[in-house]
T-cell receptor, first 112, second 112 residues
Framework: SAVISQKPSRDICQRGTSLTIQCQVD?????MFWYRQQPGQSLTLIAT?????????ESGFVIDKFPISRPNLTFSTLTVSNMSPEDSSIYLC?????????FGSGTRLTVV | SQKIEQNSEALNIQEGKTATLTCNYT??????LQWYRQDPGRGPVFLLL?????KEKRKERLKVTFDTTLKQSLFHITASQPADSATYLC???????????FGGGTRVLVKP
């Protein structure tokens, strides 16, 4: 399995601003996944990020709002742009390495 | 549309008893079904994976069944302990490393 370092662990942001979340994996992986977990809800996939190509976004999520970078096989960032209070959630990255998926510890975002 | 349903009501159980959780899905043909544990403020942790051609899988005190005819998985925690208290999520994957779709999760509370 892999080890993921995700940061920041939490942040409080003003509406209209942007936050970039980083995930570093301790080994090379082909795909990285970004999820959102709204308060009291389960995880919803935002997008899948492959190195060297544009991320693939799920229905309801767009690149302008959630731009993703994947500069190499161990690193990815997700930016939450032009934030509103509705973006207050936990954001998690994930990779599949061996059996099962490994998740980062999450970024708890509060937009005020 | 695809649906993955777990009992949204919390499961309260006495220590030592067996906890049984249900995951039902519709409009889906998963190759893999996975179970995760999530503690408050943390990312999900992988527990077990069962393939579509497997009926049952065990790991220590955990047992998972997978019935593709009923489109249902059961997750059992035997000899439950207070440390087993957490939210348990089922997730479906069409192919290894494809992407996970999560159910809403069931919270388990084991009382001493």
């Amino acid at each position: 399995s892999a080890v993921i370092s995700q940061k920041p662990s939490r942040d409080i942001c003003q509406r209209g601003t942007s936050l970039t979340i980083q995930c570093q994996v301790d080994s090379q992986v082909t795909m990285m996944f970004w999820y959102r977990q709204q308060p009291g809800q389960s995880l919803t996939l935002i997008a899948t990020a492959n190195q060297g190509s544009e991320a693939t976004y799920e229905s309801g999520f767009v690149i302008d709002k959630f731009p993703i970078s994947r500069p190499n096989l161990t690193f990815s960032t997700l930016t939450v742009s032009n934030m509103s209070p509705e973006d207050s959630s936990i954001y998690l990255c994930s990779v599949e390495k061996g059996t099962g998926y490994t998740f980062g510890s999450g970024t708890r975002l509060t937009v005020v | 549309s695809q649906k993955i349903e777990q009992n949204s009501e919390a499961l309260n159980i006495q220590e030592g008893k067996t906890a049984t959780l249900t995951c039902n899905y519709t409009n889906y043909s998963p190759a893999y079904l996975q179970w995760y544990r999530q503690d408050p403020g943390r990312g999900p942790v992988f527990l077990l994976l069962i393939r579509e051609n497997e009926k049952e899988k065990r790991k220590e005190r955990l047992k998972v069944t997978f019935d593709t005819t009923l489109k249902q998985s059961l997750f059992h925690i035997t000899a439950s302990q207070p440390a087993d208290s957490a939210t348990y999520l089922c997730a479906l994957d069409k192919a290894a490393g494809n992407k996970l779709t999560f159910g809403g999760g069931t919270r388990v509370l084991v009382k001493p």
